[in-house]
């Protein structure tokens, strides 16, 4: 990121950020693309430039994914153990 213009550094940190609020999905009902009014493939385009990874956004998503997987695993225990 380092050597960006403000304005690249902006928009690098956009994406970002919203592709961390959309759980790393790019398209669909709730998407990143979605979410900025772009199409996926001028978002993918976007982050290519940008130099933008999955590695950038994914922590968010592995994070929300093993909670989400946490909690079905309790639930099914309590359903089951009670």
């Known amino acids: ?8 550094q902006a928009e690098y940190s956009i994406i970002v950020d ?9 398209a669909g009902i709730g998407g990143a693309a979605e979410r900025l009014g772009l199409e996926r493939t001028a978002l ?4 290519r430039k940008l130099g933008i990874t999955k590695a ?3 922590i ?10 946490l909690y079905f695993c309790e639930l099914h225990h309590s359903l089951f153990v009670a």
């Not at 919203?18 to 790019?26: D, E, I, N």
Request: proline share 0%; aromatic share 8%.
């Open 18 to 26: 919203v592709l961390k609020a959309a759980s790393g999905r790019l």
């Open 1 to 8: 990121m380092s050597g960006m213009s403000g304005f690249r």
């Open 56 to 58: 950038d956004y994914q």
């Open 60 to 69: 968010v998503a592995r994070f929300a994914r093993t909670a989400a997987q």
């Open 44 to 47: 993918q385009n976007k982050m």
